[in-house]
């Protein structure tokens, strides 16, 4: 039964454009949902240091039989029934550590963003293999077709006694060459399709097939120090570090607020019974008793622990100065590169485009020479497989011209918004 549900469910192929695949890659990305965990802990962080503030209920029994005086049970009278309330009224430190949750949050949120522009990365770039290797596999598949009608030309001229033999082998071996090389681009373009699907969360067997089409060229910064300046204001990882060097500052403030007094809400209550021998022992016996008051802590000495927390808060915020600094240098370094690596690019493809054009026009010309008897066939399908090669050599400058663009979008923080 294994074996024919295995038959019956053969590898999807799945057609996506960019955008699909990148709104796709956001859903169910396992690196996302992560991060998003992440998130969903930090805030979960903040309910927790704010709960002293919140009013804490207990109740409970001190249920014990008496003999003699009535001796206190966990620090209490021993009452069939009681009920406590406890909650924190002034307390500075706790404060200040409910301020560092909330920072610690909020670069929890910063994070996921950061992740979700690398998965956005990822998926645009394998995006761009796999189509770029389709291109190239249907080009070398046009390439096979040319020289197959080479070598029928050939063969035709030899057995006319117009060509040597030599030259029908010589057909042969460049026919089995680019046969070769036809399936090796199309294993590569069925693994670029495979990855893909594999990026995007779908089965090991399964395959994404980019959807045809021309896509609009994505707009990148119109000089290097307008990249560098947008890259710097929105980078994620300088704001995560900002955000978590304002919560080791709030830190240090919780640790030296330890020193300051604090005072608590307290509310008891209990019922007594008269077996615990509270009227034999006592002027008067009341079976309902409760108390509400406030509870003062003021520490006198608090030992080397104070300070020592303080310094150790106070280096980390030091060492988070430093990465920042060097966050902003490094984002610099590497938006300038990659603006330059962008417009090298460009002018790659725009080399590889007037090689195709020249390659393009020649095949032109053979074709009107051979209308005239001044050209073979053979000369025009060599020509033709020259301009595929062309072809493949524009398709890879235009798919580096494109990932490079990614690059530079990626260091300024535009990627996501300019594909979806």
């Given at each position: 039964m294994l074996l024919c549900c295995a038959w019956a469910c053969p590898a999807e192929v799945r057609t996506l454009s960019l955008r699909?695949?990148?709104?796709?890659?956001?859903?169910?990305?396992?690196?996302?949902?992560?991060?998003?965990?992440?998130?969903?802990?930090?805030?979960?962080?903040?309910?927790?240091?704010?709960?002293?503030?919140?009013?804490?209920?207990?109740?409970?029994?001190?249920?014990?039989?008496?003999?003699?005086?009535?001796?206190?049970?966990?620090?209490?009278?021993?009452?069939?029934?009681?009920?406590?309330?406890?909650?924190?009224?002034?307390?500075?430190?706790?404060c200040f550590r409910v301020a560092a949750s909330r920072e610690n949050r909020r670069a929890a949120e910063i994070d996921v963003a950061a992740r979700q522009d690398e998965v956005v990365y990822r998926t645009a770039e394998t995006y761009l293999d796999a189509e770029n290797a389709a291109r190239i596999a249907d080009t070398s598949r046009q390439e096979v077709a040319a020289?197959?009608?080479?070598?029928?030309?050939?063969?035709?001229?030899?057995?006319?006694?117009?060509?040597?033999?030599?030259?029908?082998?010589?057909?042969?071996?460049?026919?089995?060459?680019?046969?070769?090389?036809?399936?090796?681009?199309?294993?590569?373009?069925?693994?670029?399709?495979?990855?893909?699907?594999?990026l995007l969360g779908f089965e090991p067997n399964d395959q994404v097939r980019p959807a045809p089409g021309e896509r609009a060229a994505l707009a990148v910064p119109e000089s290097a120090e307008a990249a560098v300046e947008a890259a710097l204001n929105s980078s994620d990882e300088i704001r995560s570090l900002e955000s978590?060097?304002?919560?080791?500052?709030?830190?240090?403030?919780?640790?030296?607020?330890?020193?300051?007094?604090?005072?608590?809400?307290?509310?008891?209550?209990?019922?007594?019974?008269?077996?615990?021998?509270?009227?034999?022992?006592?002027?008067?016996?009341?079976?309902?008793?409760?108390?509400?008051?406030?509870s003062f802590q003021v520490p006198l000495w608090s030992g080397p622990a104070v300070s020592a927390a303080v310094a150790q808060a106070e280096a980390e915020a030091a060492q988070i100065q430093i990465r920042i600094r060097t966050a902003r240098s490094r984002i610099a370094a590497d938006t300038r590169k990659a603006w330059q690596e962008t417009k090298q690019a460009e002018t790659g493809r725009e080399i590889a485009r007037m090689d195709l054009d020249v390659s393009r026009d020649q095949v032109s010309v053979l074709l009107a020479q051979m209308e005239e008897g001044r050209a073979a066939l053979r000369q025009v399908e060599e020509a033709r497989t020259g301009e595929t090669d062309k072809w493949i050599a524009f398709y890879d400058a235009a798919s580096t011209a494109e990932k490079a663009r990614l690059a530079l979008l990626r260091q300024t923080g535009e990627l996501t918004a300019a594909l979806r």
């Open positions: 699909e695949a990148v709104d796709l890659a956001l859903k169910q990305s396992p690196e996302v949902v992560l991060a998003r965990l992440d998130e969903e802990r930090a805030a979960q962080a903040v309910r927790l240091a704010h709960s002293p503030f919140v009013p804490r209920v207990v109740v409970g029994s001190g249920l014990a039989y008496s003999n003699g005086f009535p001796l206190s049970m966990d620090g209490s009278a021993p009452a069939p029934f009681q009920a406590n309330a406890t909650s924190s009224i002034f307390d500075r430190s706790q020289l197959g009608r080479v070598l029928e030309a050939v063969r035709a001229r030899a057995a006319e006694g117009r060509e040597l033999s030599i030259e029908v082998k010589k057909a042969e071996l460049n026919l089995a060459r680019a046969r070769y090389h036809s399936d090796v681009l199309e294993s590569n373009a069925e693994a670029a399709r495979i990855s893909l699907a594999s978590k060097l304002l919560a080791k500052r709030l830190d240090v403030r919780s640790e030296r607020a330890g020193r300051l007094p604090r005072m608590d809400l307290v509310a008891q209550y209990a019922l007594f019974a008269r077996f615990n021998n509270y009227a034999r022992f006592y002027n008067s016996f009341q079976r309902n008793n409760g108390e509400l008051g406030v």
